[in-house]
């Protein structure tokens, strides 16, 4: 085993002629698609600002990211996860498994979830309801589950005009998609009496459950790649409602109509006070070990969570990141460098 | 004989229904050629066009010369010239120094639209100048004191209407640009002072974040690449050639040696992304060798450019007339004689070529890089090589990948502009074995 491990390392490092020499001197972060941005933004500004070399960071998948963090400590593996979602108890486990014993939980900040459609087209105006009316496998129709009967908004709501009903959601590998659930979907299920009806007829578990069956009739349509890729299959269907990230919104306002939910416009302001229902917080998650190895990763984190980034008038907010009104909290549990707890 | 009874003779001049038949058949076959043909001309030219029209723009950027008064009161609060105390000022402090030079310009001019904000003309500038005012300071601090001419570029929605992505109209709806903006832009470029203009820092810049699409380039992608095909030239061509000639030439051929030559032939069409996942399992978490460095990426390629080229070494080698190991053994040369001295240089076009296709395959793969960290935003150019095949890189693929994620509609340009130099590289290879082939190829 050991000649095998050796053999490999010798021709790997003979074939670059090599001094052995693996020490990295830059950070390294992965994970989430959606924080990749923010995360790009803050490395670009403290490799400029400070006397370190530029953070490297990946994307991936929130859960990517985790599992990446998690498994080891040692150079050859990541110092951050970027995440959409919060940790599982399973990466936690993972982490621990593989030595990754003190994970630092840093919230970095709140995120909106939007659904516009084309600029050209109507105004809209859901509630969770219209969207689990719309999307489900089975609704209830005058006291009855059935098969989702509804073709147009209308049918869904009389408020809503008569189009056709076409969504392109997050595909499930996307923490967007998780957010959609609970918020909308699972809203939606309860507040239209689906949940009793499906709790009633297959049992608490599966009636929860069957809340998130989508319709498989080509009404909604699940995104697997970026919001780029919405946004262009919105491009070829001017009837189609689409699900973004706001600071997708935001960099694209000229071409999308953003619809409201439950009467609030999406806004950082909305999200921040917690009007506008559909948002979600994103983390970062450093693995501490690392600190005082890695050189700049303190203050890699510090600068991320500083008021001058992450602060109201900062850089990522100006691109669409709602800024954390406990910040200063997070701040000192940075410096500190405290642990997170167990999950609750 | 009438005339009638002739009819009924074949002839050289009637054509009878089975000639027409069977010349109707050609005919139909050379339609169905040529239709097939002008399909893939067709796509050729469609692909072309639209990356060609997206792509170009990306080589001219829009820029402006500023007047910027280096105040050393600002930008060096001690006084004392000392570059580590100078770095205190951060981008954010150049950032104002380079609005407040733009607001006195185009106030000075007469340029700014009434009652246009400082901040809102500040904002035609792109994010990327402060870091490179600041960096110029720092390294040269007499410039403080003085005012330097600093060419700077423009934001990128600036720069998208000059090329006619933004306009007016969407202004009114863009959360990220004014109209006033734009006309102010305008009256800059009317008076002179804003040019749109070659671009060679699309070239060779590093990466950019999304809040400054318009200095986004593709260096550390290009170093990258270069440094992968360094690794997979230098292993896969003396790896391949050896394995070939060992094959071709020495093995004995039994049913151990039939299997190996069935696995080559296998490996050459495994899925690319197979080798990104033995990459991550073998050099990064069993080697521990570094993540996103260029050294794993060009060993992962090699393995993917590997049967590739050990086929084509193989074909040649076998093109070779055996008459002429057969003169060469019976002049009493020995095997490994008759192989170096006559059948390896003839065989040597058709190796390079080979050699060359499976670069070119290397160069525009993605999906291994996937799964070994080279997917990523890396701002710092890798260093000179050795060191620098340890360090981070990006990979050109990749950067198109890159760009097309982004939510900038700006970089949906560079993507193109991406691909077009991918292209180009591509292209050039390509050619390069066309000529070697036609160069020194041999027919027997």
Same mark, same amino acid.
């Given at each position: 085993m050991k000649t095998a491990k050796f053999g490999v390392s010798?021709?790997?490092?003979?074939?670059? /002629?090599? =001094?052995?020499?693996?020490?990295?001197?830059?950070?390294?972060?992965?994970? =989430?698609?959606?924080?990749?941005?923010?995360?790009?933004?803050?490395? !670009?500004?403290?490799?400029?600002?400070f006397d370190f070399p530029t953070p490297v960071v990946e994307g991936g998948g929130s859960g990517a990211g985790r599992k990446k963090l998690c498994e080891g400590v040692g150079e050859n593996t990541i110092d951050i996860a970027n995440s959409s979602s919060r940790i599982k108890q399973s990466d936690i486990d993972t982490c621990a498994a593989n030595g990754v014993a003190e994970i630092m939980e840093v919230r970095i900040g709140y995120d909106g979830i939007v659904f516009a459609s084309d600029i050209n087209g109507p105004d809209f105006a859901f509630t969770p309801s219209d969207w689990y009316n719309a999307l489900a496998a089975e609704v209830v129709v005058d006291g009855e589950l059935v098969a989702n009967p509804n073709k147009t908004w209308h049918?869904?709501?009389?408020?809503? %005009?008569?189009?056709?009903?076409?969504?392109?959601?997050?595909?499930? +590998?996307?923490?967007?998609?998780?957010?959609?659930?609970? +918020?909308?979907?699972?809203?939606?299920?309860?507040?239209?009496?689906?949940l009793e009806a499906l709790v009633a007829a297959k049992g608490e578990d599966d009636g929860e459950d069957a809340c998130l069956a989508l319709r498989t009739d080509g009404t909604s349509v699940d995104i697997d790649g970026d919001y780029t890729e919405t946004l262009s299959r919105l491009d070829a269907n001017p009837n189609a409602i689409g699900v973004f990230g706001l600071s997708f919104y935001q960099n694209n306002t000229d071409k999308l109509r953003v619809a409201t939910m439950s009467g609030v416009v999406p806004s950082t302001e909305s999200i921040a006070t917690g009007e506008y229902p559909v948002s979600r917080p994103l983390f970062f998650y450093v693995k501490k070990a690392h600190l005082g190895v890695i050189p700049g990763l303190q203050e890699y984190i510090d600068f991320f969570v500083s008021d001058e980034m992450a602060g109201p008038d900062g850089p990522l907010a100006a691109y669409g990141l709602v800024s954390d009104p406990e910040l200063a909290a997070t701040q000192e549990m940075v410096a500190a460098g405290t642990p997170m707890g167990p999950l609750n | 004989m009438t005339l009638?009874?002739? /009819?009924?003779?074949?002839?050289?001049?009637?054509?009878?229904?089975?000639?027409?038949?069977?010349?109707?058949?050609? +005919?139909?076959?050379?339609?169905?050629?040529?239709?097939?043909? =002008?399909?893939?001309?067709?796509?050729?030219?469609?692909?072309?066009?639209?990356?060609?029209?997206? $792509?170009?723009g990306a080589f001219r950027q829009t820029m402006f010369t500023l007047p910027v008064t280096l105040d050393a009161a600002v930008l060096d609060k001690k006084g004392n010239r000392n570059p580590e105390e100078m770095a205190k000022a951060t981008t954010i402090t150049y950032g104002k120094v380079l609005t407040q030079a733009l607001a006195a310009v185009v106030t000075e001019r007469g340029l700014a639209p009434e009652g246009m904000k400082t901040k809102e003309i500040g904002a035609l500038i792109s994010k990327e100048a402060p870091a490179s005012?600041?960096?110029?300071?720092?390294?040269?601090?007499?410039?403080?004191?003085?005012?330097?001419?600093?060419?700077?570029?423009?934001?990128?929605?600036?720069? $998208?209407?000059?090329?006619?992505?933004?306009?007016? !109209?969407?202004?009114?709806?863009?959360?990220?640009?004014? %109209?006033?903006?734009?006309?102010?832009?305008?009256?800059? +470029?009317?008076?002179?002072?804003?040019?749109l203009a070659f671009n060679p820092a699309f070239i060779t810049n590093p990466d950019a974040s999304e809040l400054r699409p318009e200095s986004a380039g593709l260096g550390v992608a290009i170093l990258g690449s270069a440094y992968m095909m360094v690794i997979v030239l230098a292993l896969a061509l003396p790896i391949g050639v050896a394995a070939s000639i060992y094959l071709e030439e020495f093995a004995p051929q039994n049913r151990f040696t039939d299997l190996i030559e069935v696995n080559i032939a296998n490996l050459a069409a495994v899925p690319s992304i197979v080798f990104g996942i033995l990459g991550l399992a073998v050099f990064i978490n069993y080697a521990e060798l570094p993540q996103s460095s260029p050294l794993v990426g060009g060993l992962v390629l090699t393995l993917m450019t590997l049967p590739t080229i050990i086929i084509a070494t193989r074909a040649a080698l076998k093109a070779v007339p055996p008459s002429i190991k057969d003169a060469a053994l019976g002049v009493g040369a020995s095997k490994m004689q008759t192989i170096f001295h006559h059948v390896l240089p003839l065989a040597l076009p058709g190796i390079l070529t080979g050699t060359i296709i499976g670069l070119a395959q290397a160069l525009g793969e993605t999906a291994p890089l996937l799964l070994i960290g080279m997917v990523a935003f890396v701002k710092?150019?890798?260093?000179?090589?050795?060191?620098?095949?340890?360090? %981070?890189?990006?990979?050109?693929?990749?950067?198109?990948?890159?760009?097309?994620?982004?939510?900038d509609p700006a970089f949906i340009e560079r993507a193109s502009g991406a691909i077009i130099v991918l292209l180009v590289f591509l292209l050039t290879m390509n050619i390069l074995a066309v000529l070697l082939r036609r160069r020194f190829e041999r027919r027997w």
């Open positions: 010798a021709l790997a490092i003979l074939a670059a /002629s090599t =001094s052995g020499a693996l020490a990295r001197d830059q950070i390294q972060s992965a994970g =989430s698609s959606t924080v990749l941005p923010y995360a790009t933004i803050v490395a !670009e500004a403290f490799g400029e600002n049918d869904v709501n009389p408020d809503l %005009p008569e189009q056709d009903i076409l969504a392109f959601i997050p595909g499930t +590998k996307h923490g967007t998609r998780e957010v959609f659930d609970v +918020k909308v979907l699972e809203a939606g299920c309860e507040a239209t009496g689906a | 009638a009874d002739m /009819s009924h003779r074949p002839s050289l001049y009637t054509l009878d229904a089975r000639t027409k038949a069977r010349n109707a058949a050609e +005919k139909r076959f050379r339609l169905y050629g040529i239709t097939a043909v =002008s399909l893939g001309v067709l796509a050729l030219v469609v692909l072309l066009t639209s990356v060609l029209g997206s $792509g170009l005012l600041r960096n110029m300071v720092l390294a040269n601090p007499d410039l403080l004191g003085t005012t330097i001419d600093f060419e700077v570029l423009a934001n990128g929605r600036i720069d $998208g209407f000059f090329k006619g992505r933004v306009t007016m !109209e969407s202004a009114e709806l863009d959360s990220n640009v004014s %109209p006033a903006q734009l006309q102010l832009a305008q009256a800059m +470029k009317e008076a002179g002072m804003l040019r710092d150019y890798p260093a000179a090589p050795p060191e620098g095949f340890l360090d %981070p890189a990006a990979a050109l693929p990749v950067q198109v990948y890159n760009f097309t994620q982004r939510s």
